[in-house]
């Protein structure tokens, strides 16, 4: 019983190590051949949005948007599979 005890202890240690060094992860992603460009840290935490001064026209709202759920989706990916 003891051994088990102390097998879970060291799961449990490796486990908060694994979620510390994700926590520290950052993934930084690009879309429309880099207008936009996103990073996201940890589970997905949006800390950086860079968008090229090309798209800030009128008119261009929707492609924008699109861009940035396009960067962040692919930030994403980079992240979960870090």
Same mark, same amino acid.
């Given at each position: 019983?003891? #051994? ?6 060291? /799961?449990?240690?490796?486990?908060? #190590? ?19 460009? /996103?990073? *996201?840290? $940890?589970? $997905? ?9 090309? *798209? ?8 924008? #948007? ?8 692919? #930030? ?7």
């Amino acid at each position: 019983l003891n #051994a088990l005890m102390q097998q879970a202890q060291a /799961m449990q240690q490796k486990l908060q #190590a694994a979620q510390a060094k994700m926590a520290e992860t950052t993934a930084e992603r690009t879309s429309g051949g880099g207008l936009v460009t /996103m990073t *996201l840290k $940890g589970p $997905g935490e949006i800390t950086a949005v860079r968008i090229d001064d090309s *798209l800030m026209v009128p008119g261009e709202g929707e492609i924008l #948007a699109d861009l940035i759920v396009a960067a962040h989706a692919d #930030a994403k990916r980079k992240l979960d599979v870090t």
